[in-house]
């Protein structure tokens, strides 16, 4: 619970940094056009802006007087800056050597130029002084001590938030996310603080270069240069749509203002569910219909309002649309499909959030209908993602349609031989008794009795719930009392049987013709044995034959 709330957290200050940036610009971004100025630099320090004078340009003035300024601070004699006075105009020298000549563009709207070029002339004189000083040996000295300063520092940040990751911060990720498992990726929670991590320490690193290098002039003027090139890269026009031309920070801050603008309406949908519907009593499935038409209806009115606050003429996008449009009828065939069955299903609602429906052979319970796809909860605890054109082109049973109460067919089957009064009764008393609100008494349970069966006399119990989602909890609990019920009332539950007749009959058989011979010479041989056998063991009382007798009073006769 702590993990959540904190994430939580972080994800809501991360999108109001987002969106405060994105207002900000939007808000505090100059709107019009100005006269163009090029700013005057020494030493990578800003003095202060000039403009053309018609015959030169604002750029070439400024390098001109920066490359004045820069002798002037390398000179060895000490600087002394005046004005003095030449056709008409206030003029600006540095140890008596023309600077610039101040016009009524270079003042301020109400300033005289006079009054501007004191000002400057003071500026220029602090300025040039400060060059002076940072070019001496005990400044850089100091500048050394500065360098090594910024160095420790960086190294004890960078080494303190390793420690705060390993000490503090990964403790919140779960256990399973952090198991050292060498084929699955880090967790999405761990990802985020391990990039934190890398951030914080580059920008750490970035802050202490940013630092060492501005103690110095000439790396200090790098630094004003790689910084106006990046300003100039971001804020030069990159796009443009009509009349207008935007440049990356345009399109950086108008993206900023819409994901602000999916925050606030998501933030609205939220509050209006909780807040507002829930005290009305609609129905789930009613809520998350007005719930959904307010949050897009928010995003585009949004959209559409930012677009003209942002001064972006939508008849520019015109051909956009049109090239969407087409794009939509034959490449993005699925997706449109999928988003008018969508539609469909809002608006007409055959199925809601919070229904329970059986869609092929799969059971659950309707979480969430977007425009694409319908998410499913099965009786498994496992989220389906069904496509919203299946919902329209397939049979879907919603036993929550209009009415969740339904009726469960409970089969059982006892011995033949068994009282259909007494099995009747045990049924109704089983469904009776039920402990569990769900099982409805109006209407009353019932049973039939279905027939005859192979092994069994089948009968029907018939119950009405108010949870369809509960079904299969109500039908084993059923089971078990009626197979209470019926072992107490001596009441037998059969097992299958078949029985097996067996008749006597010939089974011709074919065998092979030498396996007939041998079997005949066996038949015959056991034949001559046997009638020999009867002739030399006659049965008691009967005489024997001549040859017989002489064969016995013979003993040399041999047969």
């Not at 000439?218 to 009509?242: A, D, M, Q």
């Not at 959904?292 to 008849?315: H, M, P």
């Not at 469960?408 to 049924?427: D, E, F, K, N």
Request: glycine letters at 6%; proline letters at 6%; a neutral charge.
């Amino acid at each position: 619970m702590r993990r959540t709330r904190l994430q939580s957290f972080l994800s809501r200050c991360l999108q109001a940094a987002i969106v405060t940036i994105a207002l900000g610009y939007f808000f505090l971004t100059p709107v019009g056009a100005q006269a163009p100025t090029f700013p005057v630099t020494l030493d990578g320090y800003r003095l202060f802006e000039i403009s053309d004078s018609g015959q030169y340009s604002a750029e070439q003035r400024a390098k001109d007087t920066g490359a004045v300024l820069q002798a002037a601070v390398q000179s060895a004699q000490p600087p002394q800056v005046e004005v003095a006075q030449q056709n008409q105009l206030p003029v600006i020298l540095v140890n008596g050597r023309y600077l610039l000549s101040v016009t009524t563009k270079d003042a301020p709207q109400g300033r005289p130029p006079e009054e501007q070029a004191q000002q400057w002339a003071q500026q220029i004189q602090l300025a040039i002084e400060r060059g002076r000083r940072q070019r001496t040996g005990q400044y850089f000295r100091q500048a050394l001590v500065w360098v090594a300063v910024w160095i420790l520092l960086a190294i004890s940040l960078h080494w303190g938030l390793g420690w705060l990751w390993r000490r503090w911060l990964q403790r919140l990720i779960p256990q399973e996310a952090t198991t050292p498992e060498a084929d699955l990726p880090p967790s999405g929670i761990e990802l985020l603080y391990q990039t934190t991590l890398v951030a914080m320490r580059s920008l750490v690193w970035l802050l202490a270069a940013y630092s060492i290098s501005s103690r110095f002039p000439l790396t200090r003027n790098w630094n004003y240069r790689v910084t106006e090139v990046l300003r100039e890269s971001f804020i030069s026009p990159l796009i443009s749509l009509g009349e207008n031309s935007y440049s990356v920070v345009d399109i950086v801050s108008l993206l900023g203002l819409f994901l602000g603008l999916i925050v606030f309406s998501r933030t609205a949908t939220k509050v209006l569910r909780s807040r507002v519907l829930q005290a009305t009593g609609v129905n789930r499935g009613a809520q998350e219909t007005v719930a959904f038409l307010a949050n897009y209806s928010l995003i585009l009115i949004g959209t559409i309002v930012l677009l003209q606050l942002w001064g972006l003429d939508l008849s520019s996008l015109a051909i956009l649309i049109s090239v969407l449009g087409v794009g939509i009828g034959f490449g993005l065939q699925g997706i449109a499909k999928e988003f008018v069955s969508g539609l469909v299903i809002i608006f007409e609602r055959p199925i809601q959030v919070g229904d329970f429906i059986e869609l092929a052979e799969m059971q659950g319970t309707v979480e969430r209908i977007s425009v694409r796809s319908t998410e499913i909860r099965t009786v498994d605890q496992l989220s389906v993602i069904i496509p919203n054109s299946r919902f329209l082109e397939s049979e879907v049973i919603n036993w929550s349609h209009r009415t969740p109460i339904s009726r469960l067919r409970i089969p059982v089957g006892v011995a033949y031989g068994s009282s259909l009064s007494t099995v009747r009764s045990a049924l109704i008393d089983a469904a009776k008794d039920y402990p569990d609100p769900d099982v409805l008494t109006d209407p009353a349970p019932r049973v039939f009795f279905k027939g005859f069966g192979e092994s069994s006399l089948d009968f029907e119990l018939l119950i009405w719930i108010a949870e369809p989602r509960k079904q299969f909890g109500v039908k084993s609990d059923l089971y078990f009392r009626i197979e209470a019920i019926l072992r107490h009332r001596k009441i037998e539950i059969p097992f299958p049987q078949r029985d097996l007749h067996l008749r006597s009959g010939s089974l011709p058989v074919e065998l092979p013709a030498q396996l007939q011979d041998s079997l005949a010479d066996l038949s015959a041989g056991l034949a001559a044995w046997l009638k020999q056998n009867a002739q030399d063991n006659p049965p008691n009382g009967q005489a024997k034959s001549a040859p017989e007798e002489h064969a016995e009073l013979d003993p040399d006769h041999s047969t």
